[in-house]
């Protein structure tokens, strides 16, 4: 049900309407319309109503899908008002540094406000995706009962609820057809909620509990996939044993995305091809996740359902050198990888050997590297047997032990489209290992090489120099993360003046003080955010900041007891919605 | 490029702020350490206090050392680094609690007592460290100066005097070798190196 526009009809003789149907497009309302609907890029539409003020109104009223990166940029008062069509919303919330614990709980991004006001204006109001907001139950069960049309939740990085939550919208939602809980900060009291779907359901498409702990009645589970027969992705969670995957696979054998139990189970030679004979009969199959306790046996398993591979997330799988070898001899047409250190770097050149159509790769590490005494993991060894193997490779994110200004010089070289390029050193202001020298000629190579470059996060031992050269060459440059790096103002200033792209710039002790964060205040009113902790920012910087740009909120976050002088943690973004106002006693807004 | 850093004022302090390449020991350096100290009287609990001041501390003397100091600093926990989420952080704790589950002392390894027939001491390893059978039979070996020899199906170790044997958690003596790794390090309380006839009779079953 599509609300009209008003007036659709001008009326003739009035004078106001004689001038504005000159001034209109060329073409009827409906038309441009119709038209502006078939527009999904935010980007796009987001020209497209810059135009002229009629295309700002077709625009708004034919968006049905809205993405706020920042929910404080703008109220739900706001957003209602200017796009009254919506049916999906995405919201994110907290600084990313949240996920690495940087932020305070009770910080803020609530959903609850938005609910409230989407109930009234957003009746039919079908997807809701949120990223690093705090959701309640009593917010879930005031989503489930108020949105009739309600379809696809997805939840990652939140926190504040339970798995009751989860229970009111698989109680109430009728026609839900996603139910996608990622890695969130989640109560998990019980698996209760997978038994409140209605007897008969039958909608589901997208199912994800992997991250759940407590245990589900399978009986419940089993008759949930054999109704639901458009369900395209299920991924249960580690108390599902491969006998239970197996029957779940036979029953959905339409399956495009599976994610695992555990792998932990003795089978028998029977239960092992039955097994095998189940993923190979998933023609559909294109990613594959979970393999949390995996061992050597189960992988064959695999090998069949392997050929159409497109994703294969291995993040949470111990595997050895070998184990992936083996393993992706079989995945020739795999795009995306992710996978644990403990592969080490002969793990990584099988990936070189292997995968020629591989995108993006991703290498996280499999143990503390703070604890564990033993150096295992991967070094720049690795990287480079991938970037000489992979030539399409354009998304990296590497955590690694050691590294050198002329492995990525030559990585780069190898893979000059890189679009995504995160690059962690695990240990802070480590130097080129070979040389002893800063890390500031990698990055150096990086942003001179790879023009597409959009997202860059660095690590090592760097001085200015890097950040000279991220401001000189990075001109596609939107997200920079920076951590232990810089020697002075002058690093954060090359960036600020240089990076005409930039959107979020989030930085954490580095010696970066006042000079640098206002060297190029303006520059904040046309990113979304700024993020500096452990940096040597005052309050009197901040201040200074937040009286000469009004538009802009500037917050710091005080720490108990330390010095008042210092701002610990400063987080600015442009806003339209003013000052928040439900900030907690810890952030003051200046 | 032009450094046009004027802001007027005297109240910003921007020297206090601008970290500059030469030896501590100037007004900047008491300044630190007069930051450090009022940072340490303003605790309330001591728990918080070490947390935090090392969390300032971390931030104000790290920042300052940075460009002076190459050499990182030795392996000091820092809040947040490396940069992985918490869940992910979660299954390591988890992966440790699990390993440990089989041997001694929490947090400090999977050691496991290692006798051999005829040695006159014990020794002791930590299972956690090998990833798989080749790497602990072969540590065994160093261990003891000894070879262990194939591991088959049919015949266990081959070609030498010695086999591996382990006793579980039901108190069977085992040989090593037979079951998945995880499930062996989970389930081994103590290996014993047999010699002699008593283990050529294993090969033999």
């Known amino acids: 049900m599509n609300l009209k526009r008003k007036n659709p009809n001008p009326d003739p003789s009035s004078p106001d309407s004689d001038e504005s149907t000159q001034l209109s497009s060329p073409f009827p309302d409906e038309v441009l319309e119709r038209v502006l609907s078939l527009l999904n890029s935010r980007k796009d539409r987001n020209s497209v109503s810059l135009v002229c003020k009629d295309w700002y109104d077709a625009e708004r009223w034919s968006r049905t899908h809205v993405f706020i990166g920042n929910c404080y940029s703008v109220s739900p008062e706001i957003l209602t008002r200017r796009f009254p069509n919506i049916r999906s919303v995405t919201l994110k919330g907290k600084p990313r540094f949240s996920d690495f614990d940087l932020v305070p709980p009770k910080w803020g991004a609530c959903v609850h406000s938005w609910l409230l006001v989407f109930a009234t204006k957003y009746h039919f109001l079908e997807a809701l995706r949120l990223k690093r907001m705090t959701v309640s139950d009593e917010s879930l069960k005031f989503l489930a009962l108020s949105f009739p049309n309600f379809k696809a939740l997805s939840l990652l990085s939140c926190d504040g609820f339970s798995t009751d939550g989860l229970a009111s919208i698989t109680t109430h939602c009728k026609n839900l057809t996603e139910l996608d809980i990622q890695e969130n900060d989640i109560d998990d009291k019980s698996g209760k909620w997978l038994s409140c779907f209605p007897e008969n359901f039958m909608s589901l498409e997208v199912l994800n509990f992997a991250n759940l702990n407590s245990d589900v009645n399978f009986e419940a589970l089993e008759r949930l996939v054999s109704w639901c027969k458009s369900l395209k992705v299920l991924k249960v969670n580690e108390n599902i044993t491969l006998e239970q995957l197996q029957r779940l696979l036979v029953l959905a054998p339409h399956l495009r995305e599976v994610g695992t139990g555990s792998l932990l189970q003795e089978l028998t030679p029977r239960q092992h091809s039955e097994l095998k004979s189940a993923f190979s009969n998933c023609k559909n199959l294109n990613i594959l996740s979970g393999f949390t306790e995996v061992t050597s046996i189960f992988l064959p398993v695999l090998y069949p359902a392997c050929t159409n591979l497109t994703f294969l997330n291995l993040s949470y799988a111990v595997l050895q050198s070998d184990e992936l070898s083996n393993l992706l001899i079989h995945c020739p047409l795999l795009q995306r990888l992710w996978v644990l250190d403990s592969v080490e770097d002969e793990g990584l050149e099988a990936v070189g050997s292997n995968c020629p159509l591989l995108e993006e790769l991703r290498v996280f590490p499999a143990s503390d590297p703070h604890e564990d005494e033993i150096v295992h993991g991967v070094t720049e060894i690795g990287f480079l047997a991938v970037s000489y193997g992979c030539k399409k490779l354009h998304y990296v994110l590497y955590f690694c032990r050691r590294m050198t200004n002329a492995a990525v010089t030559t990585i780069v070289q190898n893979c000059p489209d890189f679009t995504h390029f995160r690059l962690c050193i695990m240990n802070p202001r480590q130097p080129d290992y070979q040389t002893g020298e800063p890390m500031d000629e990698a990055f150096g190579a990086v942003v001179k090489t790879c023009t597409k470059l959009r997202r860059l996060a660095v690590s090592g031992l760097l001085t200015d120099l890097t950040f000279e050269y991220i401001g000189k060459y990075a001109k596609n440059l939107e997200t920079l993360s920076v951590a232990f790096a810089g020697s002075s103002d002058w690093g954060m200033e090359c960036v600020l003046k240089g990076c005409p792209k930039l959107r979020k710039l989030e930085i954490r002790d580095c010696p970066f003080g006042n000079a640098a964060l206002l060297s190029s205040f303006r520059k904040y009113e046309s990113m979304r955010s700024l993020w500096m902790s452990g940096c040597k920012v005052t309050m009197n910087g901040c201040r200074l900041l937040a009286q000469e740009m009004p538009r802009l909120n500037v917050e710091v976050i005080k720490e108990c007891g330390n010095d008042d002088c210092q701002a610990d943690k400063l987080y600015v973004y442009r806003s339209v919605a003013g000052p928040r106002k439900d900030a907690p006693p810890f952030v003051l807004t200046l | ?205």
């Open chain 2, 1 to 205: 490029m032009e450094r046009s850093v004027n802001y007027g004022g005297n109240d910003l302090n921007l020297e206090a702020t601008e970290l500059r390449l030469g030896l501590p020991g100037s007004d900047e350096h008491e300044k630190q350490s007069y930051l450090s100290v009022r940072i340490s009287n303003k605790r309330a609990s001591p728990e918080v206090a070490e947390e935090s001041s090392s969390l300032s501390n971390s931030n104000v003397s790290d920042a300052r050392n940075g460009d002076q100091d190459s050499a990182p600093p030795a392996k000091a926990q820092v809040v947040g680094w490396p940069p992985i989420r918490s869940y992910r952080r979660n299954s390591f704790q988890q992966k440790k609690t699990e390993a440990d589950g089989a041997g001694a002392g929490a947090g400090a390894g999977m050691y496991v007592k290692v006798s051999m027939d005829g040695a006159p001491y014990l020794r002791k390893v930590d299972l956690k460290v090998y990833k798989s059978y080749p790497m602990l039979l072969k540590a065994l070996e160093n261990l003891f100066k000894l070879t262990i020899g194939e591991y088959s199906e049919r015949e266990g170790y081959n070609g030498s005097e010695f086999a591996p044997t382990y006793e579980d958690k039901d108190g069977d003596w085992m040989l090593v070798g037979d079951v998945p790794w995880d499930m062996f390090i989970s389930t081994c309380k103590r290996l014993r190196i047999m010699k002699g006839l008593e283990a050529r009779g294993l090969g033999c079953l």
